[in-house]
């Protein structure tokens, strides 16, 4: 049964076209990302003071920068940073966020009041200021980023993860698993967790994109991943600081973010309708 789902979500996932195609075009960005060093015509930090501000030719695809930087490798070793921070702050929400709404859900009574209680309280802190005083503290560096993006982005994932154990815990297979003598942990771990992966991972391609936004306007404020190491977000701030006599600077590092940010989405919504059996047409 479980076999024939996720046959059927992934025959509809590759069904939606707008979702495959998306998830090819993230596929290829993410391996020009990570194959930086390899592909980039310069290094992201090889300075030419006099070659500044060239506009857009054969030997700089994508002009160059005030210190003469090639655009095009900094793009590209820009998306890498910004991917590797989204990718490891998701992964930190979803880690906690999954365990912490698992327990939760599943003790109920005085255990999922408190801890409930406890996401209650992190939601009315003030997000942005607690992330800023954050990396303030800690230092501005690609570990100190992701864990500060994450530390507080997890409480929307552990409600949601909540109120599907809710719904799974009291099934006859999880009553089987009780009668069999299944220790609390295992039932988490192998039974009510694998059946939320679904959701789970809904979610995740949807907070992917919103830490590539977080992670640009913390570098526009100047509080990302300090220069010369760049990232679209901190090249989209060197942009907007020189629009006027060099617009590709912002324009390029723009559409890049632009096209990822988009094909997330719409892979996003696909697999939302693949996993979902009504969307699907399923009874």
Not at 1 to 30: D, P
Not at 84 to 91: E, F, G, K
Not at 108 to 121: H, K, S, T
Request: net charge positive; charged share 10%.
């Amino acid at each position: 049964m479980k076999n024939t789902s996720l046959n059927l979500a992934l025959k509809a996932l590759f069904e939606n076209r707008a979702a495959t195609f998306s998830a090819v075009v993230l596929i290829l960005i993410s391996g020009l990302a990570f194959l930086a060093p390899l592909i980039s015509p310069y290094t992201y930090e090889a300075q030419n003071l006099l070659n500044t501000y060239a506009v857009p030719s054969a030997k700089h695809w994508f002009g160059t920068d005030a210190l003469g930087r090639d655009v095009l490798s900094r793009v590209i070793y820009g998306g890498r940073v910004s991917m590797l921070v989204a990718l490891l702050s998701t992964l930190v929400i979803v880690i906690i966020g999954t365990l912490w709404g698992a327990v939760s859900g599943y003790f109920g009574g005085w255990v999922d009041r408190l801890m409930m209680r406890v996401v209650d309280i992190l939601y009315a802190l003030p997000y942005m200021f607690f992330v800023i005083i954050l990396m303030m503290v800690l230092g501005r560096d690609i570990f100190t980023l992701f864990i500060a993006i994450g530390v507080l982005s997890w409480l929307t994932m552990a409600r949601i993860v909540r109120g599907q154990i809710l719904s799974l815990k009291n099934q006859d297979f999880i009553s089987a698993a009780r009668v069999l003598g299944s220790s609390h942990t295992k039932i988490i771990t192998k039974h009510l967790i694998p059946n939320t992966l679904g959701t789970i991972a809904v979610y995740a391609t949807i907070t992917i994109p919103r830490m590539i936004l977080l992670e640009a306007f913390l570098s526009f404020l100047g509080l990302g991943i300090q220069e010369p190491i760049p990232s679209w977000g901190s090249l989209c701030n060197n942009g907007a600081e020189a629009l006027s006599i060099a617009p590709w600077l912002i324009v390029f590092p723009g559409i890049a973010m632009a096209v990822t940010l988009t094909c997330f989405n719409l892979f996003g919504d696909g697999l939302r309708d693949a996993v979902d059996p009504h969307i699907r047409g399923e009874t």
